[in-house]
């Protein structure tokens, strides 16, 4: 097998190593930040604990540790480490690792096979996986950053336990900086303030901390750095969002539920976190206007209106002026009254039409332009609600034989108060009609 694959046989260079790579873990003891998969009664540590580790993926944000982890793994389990990329490696290089890892249990040894970017291969390569999971040739530990439920394939996932990393906390980061001091032989020339803004510019990244260090350590400064000073010379790493993936759909999903709940605060902060990170802002006035029909509704009909205006805004202002116009839509939207009940009556009367398939109207409110139509009876019986009593004539409009649905219930809120005392007075009055 070609040593591009097989990490155990890289020579060891004596050119200076990264920080990052200088304080590697040794063992599962040293890592920092995910007790949650690593404790003594989380899945890692039970596994361990009862000599009983199964295949493995790995969901969570860059920089947490998701290769340390395995590579310890496969030291704890005596198991030889194989590391491959699946942005570079396709089928040929996998039936040489596959090939490989035959030969190695033929002679006693396991294989702890770990695939970085495993949600990259597709359904033909990820299946690939399967003969040589299921016969024990590798023991597979993937690693994904986007939700494995979407990513792979279902027979993937039923032979591997999933565990999620979770991006590393401030107290985690600063515990990771001074285990990078201790390396460095000094610490940070910075005060409090310059030291916890450093940290949050990782972002939860425990990689990017690192590097960060690296550069702070290599400047020749007298005295301590202030937030600005820091700030001056390292730019702001830039928050992690990617448009077409997990984060994509968790922040318009969090965005979505700070409206429905009613918090402008939240909402704002959402709306803002994916204007920073790059988001259209015309797929987020397509989605406040969505908010509007789905969460708001008749309970305040202007708010569909006020989504319009701002989207319009936008397009004949253009960026930045026009977002703060979908920032007062936002607003507007976590302060309206909410109401799904449209969208569940809407709901409700697709399933009844689905499931009554193409029964006709009832005859009495069908056109007769021919005289045989006529003949038939359409349009016998129709009466005019403008000459009924009341403007309301209580006739009956679903087909004949089936019974009355009941889809539009209306809340007690907002502009919805209304309208359900305008049902109330109609159902009173075809009660009396029918009578």
Not at 32 to 40: A, N, S, T, Y
Not at 45 to 69: C, E, N
């Amino acid at each position: 097998m070609s040593d591009l694959f097989d990490t155990a046989s890289v020579t060891p260079s004596t050119a200076p190593r990264p920080l990052a790579d200088r304080l590697r873990p040794k063992k599962l003891a040293e890592v920092i930040g995910q007790d949650q998969v690593l404790g003594p009664d989380a899945p890692l540590g039970v596994m361990l604990s009862s000599g009983s580790l199964s295949s493995l993926v790995f969901w969570g944000p860059p920089g947490v540790g998701k290769t340390t982890i395995a590579r310890l793994l496969a030291d704890e389990t005596d198991l030889h480490f194989v590391q491959i990329s699946a942005i570079f490696t396709g089928m040929p290089e996998l039936r040489k690792v596959f090939e490989a890892a035959k030969m190695r249990r033929q002679n006693g040894k396991g294989t702890l096979l770990f695939v970085d970017e495993i949600h990259r291969f597709n359904k033909a390569q990820q299946d690939g996986f399967l003969p040589h999971m299921e016969d024990g040739t590798i023991l597979l530990v993937g690693a994904t950053t986007e939700n494995p439920s979407f990513e792979l394939n279902a027979a993937v996932l039923s032979r591997a336990q999933v565990l999620v990393l979770k991006r590393l906390e401030l107290a985690d980061l600063e515990r990771l900086a001074q285990r990078a001091e201790g390396d460095i032989g000094k610490p940070l020339p910075l005060d409090g303030p310059a030291r916890e803004a450093l940290l949050e510019m990782a972002d939860g990244d425990g990689r990017a901390l690192l590097n960060l260090i690296e550069q702070v350590a290599a400047w020749q400064v007298t005295g301590k750095l202030d937030r600005d000073a820091l700030s001056t010379r390292l730019m702001k790493r830039a928050a992690k969002y990617d448009k077409s993936g997990d984060e994509h759909y968790n922040l318009i999903s969090a965005l979505h539920k700070s409206v429905r709940g009613s918090d402008p605060d939240a909402a704002l902060y959402w709306f803002a976190r994916m204007l920073t990170g790059g988001e259209d802002p015309r797929f987020l006035a397509r989605r406040i206007t969505r908010m509007a029909v789905e969460d708001i509704g008749l309970a305040d009909p202007q708010a569909q209106a006020v989504c319009l205006q701002s989207w319009e805004t936008y397009e004949r202002l253009g960026s930045p002026e026009g977002e703060l116009a979908l920032a007062q839509a936002v607003t507007y939207l976590a302060l309206a009254p909410k109401s799904n009940a449209g969208y569940a009556g809407y709901k409700n009367a697709m399933a009844a039409a689905r499931k009554t398939g193409s029964e006709p109207p009832p005859k009495h409110i069908m056109n007769a332009p021919t005289k045989l139509m006529k003949d038939q009876g359409y349009g016998d019986g129709y009466a005019y609600d403008h000459d009924a009593e009341d403007g309301f004539s209580g006739q009956n409009y679903f087909p004949d034989g089936m019974k009355r649905g009941v889809y539009y219930t209306p809340v007690d809120r907002g502009f919805e108060r209304e309208l359900k005392k305008r049902l109330d007075y109609f159902a009173k009055l075809r009660a009396k009609r029918g009578s």
